[in-house]
């Protein structure tokens, strides 16, 4: 297992395809898609068994299982996913950037994160590097994390991301202190877990918002889904059933931030015909991607207002367009440049990949 790699940073939708162990570093390598991404649906046949109806793919699963071994070689199938974190943790500094009231004051890290398919820990751990020891101590970067839950149905890769995570001293520290947990779990089960139900303490970063009713799910005032929406099992669920989940366990005022590839013609060719080609053009195993299951940034935007609206059902003072009153979104392409890395270049979203946010109204 490769030493810990230092704060990398994660913000980056893909414009390459889902990443696969081109072992030997070429030209196609950059296309590789950060599909391998440490992600959720990276499990390995011995996902665990939940009690609910699960929005993650079986078969999916299986398929991202031969790369638990290989998640933290930075030379490996999960190339691209190690390069693309920096602009991950880039993206979420600029949301908080934009929603801040007063971006003169000192940051305090006082955000608690929830990483919805952690996969093996890429995003993760660097986000938990982040975390200070004093929790009166300044945000040492633009993320304010205080805490990070991480949750992956693949009982291996969260064996893989615990055990690479005590490596560094800082990091597992946190584990030891619970400012830092990986739960072998899926959202569904999180959300059917209550704040009534079971024990929380300051330092859990399960803890309730406190206008929240006592029957209401864990939240968080962050929840991050890198590369997880084109997974999504349409058996069981849909992304909408999905995107609503997610927005459950996000608090007032918080963001949801994700990445995921458009469905277009020029995806298509980058993520399918050209990553799944034969070696040496192809860098994924072919089946790697469902180009039907990538999603358009209007197809998000839509789902996540009207998981919104349907959050408020039955709860809130007003209903239908009143729920969405304070809502924020941000939308921006990513795209590989060789040499450079990945870049967030606006306008670019129906190239591949992209970012996308959202922050629930107050």
């Not at 929005?55 to 996913?81: K, Q, Y």
């Not at 890198?226 to 099992?233: A, G, K, P, T, W």
Request: proline letters at 10%.
């Amino acid at each position: 297992m490769a030493a810990p790699l230092r704060p990398m940073s994660n913000l980056a939708p893909r414009l390459l395809l889902a990443g696969r162990p081109a072992t030997r570093p070429t030209r196609t390598t950059l296309l590789q898609h950060h599909h391998h991404h440490e992600r959720r649906t990276a499990a390995t046949p011995q996902a665990r068994t939940h009690s609910t109806t699960s929005s993650v793919s079986a078969s999916e699963l299986t398929h991202f299982s031969a790369l638990a071994s290989s998640w933290w070689d930075p030379m490996g199938p999960s190339r691209i996913l190690h390069l693309m974190n920096p602009l991950r943790h880039e993206f979420i500094a600029s949301c908080l950037a934009d929603s801040s009231p007063s971006p003169s004051s000192p940051a305090k890290a006082d955000l608690h994160y929830l990483d919805i398919g952690c996969g093996g820990g890429i995003f993760a751990e660097s986000l938990a590097r982040t975390i200070p020891t004093d929790p009166d101590a300044a945000a040492p970067t633009p993320t304010r994390a205080a805490s990070m839950t991480a949750i992956d149905p693949s009982t291996n890769l969260i064996q893989i991301a615990r055990d690479h995570a005590r490596m560094d001293p800082a990091v597992d520290a946190h584990l030891r202190s619970g400012k830092f947990k990986y739960l072998n779990t899926t959202l569904e089960d999180v959300l059917a877990t209550t704040p009534s139900s079971s024990t929380s303490s300051p330092s859990s970063p399960l803890s309730p918002s406190p206008s929240a009713p006592t029957a209401s799910p864990k939240q968080y005032d962050m929840v991050t889904l890198f590369e997880v929406l084109e997974h999504i099992d349409p058996q069981t669920s849909t992304p909408l059933t999905f995107l609503t989940n997610c927005l459950r366990a996000l608090k007032p005022g918080g963001w949801l931030i994700g990445s995921t590839i458009s469905r277009t013609l020029p995806s298509f060719l980058l993520n399918q015909v050209v990553a799944e080609a034969p070696w040496p053009i192809g860098v994924v195993p072919r089946g790697t991607h469902e180009w039907s299951k990538f999603v358009n940034p209007p197809e998000v935007r839509a789902w996540l207002q009207e998981g919104l609206m349907r959050g408020g059902d039955g709860v809130a003072g007003r209903g239908g367009q009143g729920l969405l009153e304070g809502m924020q979104w941000r939308c921006v392409g990513a795209v590989y440049v060789p040499g450079f890395g990945w870049k967030m270049v606006p306008g670019s979203e129906d190239w591949g990949n992209y970012f996308w946010a959202v922050r629930k109204g107050v």
